[in-house]
């Protein structure tokens, strides 16, 4: 009875096969997905295949479908034109353009030199330079950057920073005051007052403490104790409704 059921369904499976089958064109192959695909070197024009007409200087495209043009060309209008290297040129890496050599930079065209001012250098890439450590671009030359007493070269080397203990003005380092109970902070460029002092103009005055009250955690202030809220300049028992 199963044979009886499955010959009918084989053989009309098996029509359809050899139905699709013969639709397939010259230069063409079933693809795993049921359809016709071209040949490698042909493309699909309508239900055909049509060879591909590769240009001079071209070959065939991955999977063989399409044409690009060989190292050292390009493409323009269908066609692979010469790439066109001026002198002190050379072929990029993807072979349709080309780049100047080191110290030459791209000028309408043509590759020209890099001049170079003095106290300066070529950069990574060859294709324009920076100053040397010391030195800031000024225009089209690198100019020595002035260092007062007291200063040094910054890490980038085209500026300068103060020692700590000084502090930039203008184009000198001035000493930093520190009054009694202050000192340096971090930075070097400023001040601060110890624990229990604040600042007040340039001197460190010290902090009057009111009736229970405590210094804060900054140490420049006042809190109150626990059970007091703080009320101006004191502090009083907190409110219990």
């Given at each position: 009875?199963?044979?009886?059921?499955?010959?009918?369904?084989?053989?009309?499976?098996?029509a359809?096969?050899?139905?699709?089958?013969?639709?397939?064109?010259?230069?063409?192959?079933?693809?795993?997905?049921?359809?016709?695909?071209?040949d490698?070197?042909?493309?699909?024009?309508?239900?055909?295949?049509?060879?591909?007409?590769?240009?001079?200087?071209?070959?065939?495209?991955?999977?063989?479908n399409?044409?690009?043009?060989?190292?050292?060309y390009?493409?323009?209008?269908?066609?692979?034109?010469?790439?066109?290297?001026?002198?002190?040129?050379?072929?990029?890496?993807?072979?349709?353009?080309?780049?100047?050599?080191?110290?030459?930079?791209?000028?309408?065209?043509?590759?020209?030199?890099?001049?170079?001012p003095?106290?300066?250098?070529?950069?990574?890439?060859?294709?324009?330079?920076?100053?040397?450590?010391?030195?800031?671009?000024?225009?089209?030359?690198?100019?020595?950057?002035?260092?007062?007493?007291?200063?040094?070269?910054?890490?980038?080397?085209?500026?300068?920073?103060?020692?700590?203990?000084?502090?930039?003005?203008?184009t000198t380092?001035?000493?930093?005051?520190?009054?009694?109970?202050?000192?340096l902070?971090?930075?070097?460029?400023?001040?601060?007052?110890?624990?229990?002092?604040?600042?007040?103009?340039?001197?460190?005055?010290?902090?009057?403490?009111?009736?229970y009250?405590?210094?804060?955690?900054?140490?420049?202030?006042?809190?109150?104790n626990s059970?007091y809220?703080?009320?101006?300049?004191?502090?009083?028992?907190?409110?219990?409704?």
């Amino acid at each position: 009875m199963l044979l009886r059921l499955l010959v009918p369904l084989l053989t009309a499976a098996a029509a359809v096969s050899f139905a699709t089958a013969a639709q397939v064109p010259a230069h063409a192959h079933q693809s795993p997905y049921g359809n016709w695909v071209c040949d490698s070197g042909y493309q699909r024009a309508g239900e055909a295949c049509v060879v591909i007409a590769v240009p001079a200087n071209a070959r065939l495209g991955g999977g063989g479908n399409g044409w690009k043009c060989n190292r050292g060309y390009r493409e323009v209008d269908g066609a692979c034109a010469a790439v066109h290297i001026p002198p002190n040129g050379f072929l990029g890496s993807g072979g349709a353009d080309w780049e100047c050599n080191r110290g030459y930079r791209e000028v309408d065209g043509q590759c020209a030199a890099i001049s170079v001012p003095p106290n300066a250098f070529l950069n990574a890439r060859g294709r324009d330079w920076e100053c040397n450590r010391g030195y800031r671009e000024v225009g089209q030359t690198c100019t020595a950057v002035a260092i007062p007493a007291n200063g040094y070269l910054d890490h980038a080397g085209d500026d300068w920073q103060c020692a700590r203990g000084f502090r930039k003005t203008d184009t000198t380092c001035a000493t930093v005051s520190v009054p009694a109970h202050g000192f340096l902070t971090d930075r070097g460029d400023d001040w601060a007052c110890e624990r229990g002092y604040w600042r007040k103009g340039t001197s460190c005055v010290l902090l009057p403490l009111p009736m229970y009250a405590h210094l804060d955690y900054s140490g420049n202030d006042w809190a109150c104790n626990s059970g007091y809220d703080r009320y101006e300049e004191t502090c009083r028992p907190s409110r219990r409704d």
